[in-house]
């Protein structure tokens, strides 16, 4: 569950060992939009500035999982590399974040569970939808499925419990909220969260140059559309 809180960056980085291969660097204790723009920033240098030895960059909520080959490098130079990087952040341009607009036709088919939403928190289903789109979302995070985004910022009035019973199986592009999260499941699967709209945009695609449409660190804009602007989008998907 997101605990949005202020205030949790650390003085400094502390470092974790992760497995025989892995080094975990945290930047606060806290999930907090403060702490989550440090790891970006690091995780962009980073990028710019390949760091020998480091074959993977992972970005979570609060830390970078820094996966490094042993034979090249080992924690305590990474720990010297990553110390030199973070004292140059101020002097590094760092590209601010994009937003990303996701269509979503809500309740119907597509958001089963959209009156559920809005019982719970005693609102009108056109009210939960007004309530969904109005904030642009942080992505904190990216994983649990291939460019599933975990969204900080959800309204407090559409904070609802996960399904006791998970769904054995969830239609690609669905859009859910459980408990004070919401995300997007760009590929089918298994899933808990209570199902609130769907969204007709591949949000991944494997052959496309860059599979993904978003990064940690991007924002999410919600845009309702009809079930007719859902099937054209679907349509022009598949040209």
Sequence with gaps: MIREMQNGLFEKARLRMAGDRGLLV????V???AVNNKVRSMAIVMADNPLKGVT???PTYRSLLIIYNPAMTHPVEL???LAALEARLDEIKIPPPRTVEIPVCYGGEFGPDIETVADTNQLTVAEAIKL??????????VGFTPGFPFLGGLSEKLHTHRLETPRTLVPEGSVGIANNQTGIYPIASPGGWQLI??????LFTPGRKNPFLYQAGDRI?????SAAEYTHLVEK???
């Design 26 to 29: 945290e930047y606060g204790d």
């Design 31 to 33: 999930i907090d939009p």
């Design 56 to 58: 993977e960059i992972i």
């Design 79 to 81: 720990e010297k590399m």
């Design 132 to 141: 969904h789109c109005e904030p642009e979302y942080l992505i904190y995070m």
């Design 197 to 202: 709209g769907r969204t007709p945009v591949k």
């Design 221 to 225: 804009k919600f845009k309702p559309i």
């Design 237 to 239: 998907e598949a040209e």
